[in-house]
C-alpha cells in the first residue's frame, strides 16, 4: 500500500496526537479521584482497545485482507512495548518524580529513536535533527524539572530510560508495518496485546481498583481521545515522517502539558521553564526543517 509522502501532513498529525496527548495529566488531575497511577495507565490502554474495536469495525479494519500482511511477531512485540513503555513510565515516575521521569523518558525517546534508525535501517539522522533534538530535549528537562531536583532514584532513572527506549522501539515497529495494514488494524493488535499484559499487571501489585464516577470519565477520556485518536494520528504520520522525526516532534506532549497546568491547573510556572518551552519549540521547528530537507533532497537525487 503506496502512500505521497507529504511531509507537512505527517507533522501536523504527530503534533495533533502531541497535543491530545498533553491534555492527559490535566484530565487525570481534573478527575480528582482515588485511582491509582498504574491502573490508571491499565485501564486507559483497555478503554483505548475497546475504541480501536470499534473503529477497525466501521472501517473494515477486522477483515481478514486488513489482518493478512500484518506480521503476527511484529504486532505482539508492538503491543509488548506499548505495555512496557505504561508500565515503566508511571513506576518510574513515582520513583523520580512527575518532573525529572517525564524529562527523561520523554527525552530519551528522540536519542533512542535516532540511533534504533541508524542500526536497523541504515537512516542516520542528520546534523541538524540532531541539534534541534538535542536543543528539544533541554528544553523538556527544564519545562518538566523547572522547580528543582532534591534526590534521584536509580532505579527511577533506569525505568524511566526503559520507557523512553520501549516507546522508540513501537515507533520504529509501526514504521515497518504502516505499509501493509490499515492504522486501524495495527493500532488494535498493539493497544489489544498490551491490555492483556497490563491488566493482570496492575491486578497482580495493586488489587482490584475502586473506580469513581470522576475516575471513569477520566480514563474513557484519556482512553478514547488522547490514546485512541492520538494514536491513530501517530501511526497514520508515520506514512509521510521518519521514526527518529516523529518521537522529536511528540515532544510537543509536554509544551502542551505545561500550558494546560498553567492555565487549567493554575500551576505556578517561573523562568526556568518559560525557557525550557521555548526551547522545545525552537528544537521542533528545527527537526521540522530537516525533515523537510532531507525529503527534498532524496527527491532530487531520485530525479
Known amino acids: 500500500m ?4 507529504r511531509p507537512l501532513l505527517g507533522v501536523a498529525c504527530v503534533i495533533g496526537a502531541a497535543v491530545l496527548w498533553g491534555t492527559t495529566g490535566t484530565s487525570q488531575a481534573l478527575a480528582g479521584g482515588t485511582l491509582s497511577s498504574l491502573w490508571f495507565g491499565a485501564l486507559r490502554l483497555a478503554f483505548a482497545a475497546c475504541f480501536f474495536v470499534v473503529f477497525a469495525a466501521a472501517t473494515g479494519g477486522l477483515t481478514r485482507r486488513a489482518w493478512k500482511d ?3 511477531t511484529v504486532a505482539l512485540g508492538a503491543g509488548l512495548c506499548m505495555a512496557a513503555y505504561n508500565l515503566t513510565f508511571f513506576a518510574g515516575v513515582k520513583l523520580t518524580g512527575v518532573g525529572v521521569g517525564t524529562a527523561i523518558a520523554l527525552g530519551s525517546g528522540p536519542i533512542w529513536a535516532g540511533l534504533l534508525q541508524a542500526v536497523f535501517q541504515r537512516q542516520p539522522p542528520t546534523g541538524a535533527w540532531w541539534l534541534g533534538t538535542v536543543v528539544a530535549i533541554v528544553g523538556g528537562v527544564l519545562l518538566s524539572a523547572g522547580g528543582g531536583v532534591q534526590s534521584i532514584s536509580a532505579t527511577g532513572v533506569v525505568l524511566c530510560l526503559a520507557s523512553g527506549l520501549s516507546y522508540a522501539v513501537y515507533t520504529l515497529l509501526n514504521k515497518r508495518v504502516v505499509g501493509l495494514a490499515p492504522a486501524s488494524s495495527i493500532t488494535l493488535a498493539a493497544f489489544g496485546v498490551a491490555a492483556l499484559v497490563a491488566l493482570p499487571a496492575a491486578t497482580f501489585q495493586t488489587g482490584l481498583p475502586h473506580v469513581g464516577s470522576s475516575d471513569l470519565v477520566a480514563v474513557a477520556y484519556t482512553g478514547v481521545v488522547t490514546a485512541g485518536v492520538g494514536y491513530l494520528l501517530f501511526s497514520f504520520s508515520l506514512h509521510h515522517v521518519r521514526p527518529a522525526t516523529a518521537v522529536t516532534l511528540a ?3 509536554p509544551v502542551v502539558a505545561f500550558v ?3 492555565l487549567v491547573l493554575g500551576e505556578p510556572t517561573g523562568m526556568a521553564a518559560t525557557i525550557g518551552l521555548t526551547l522545545v519549540v525552537a528544537g521542533v521547528l ?3 526543517r530537516s525533515e523537510l530537507s532531507s525529503i527534498r ?6 530525479s
Open 251 to 253: 515532544l510537543t506532549e
Open 70 to 72: 500484518l506480521p503476527p
Open 260 to 262: 494546560l497546568a498553567v
Open 286 to 288: 528545527g527537526v521540522v
Open 297 to 302: 533532497g532524496g527527491s532530487r537525487a531520485k
Open 2 to 5: 503506496q502512500v505521497a509522502h
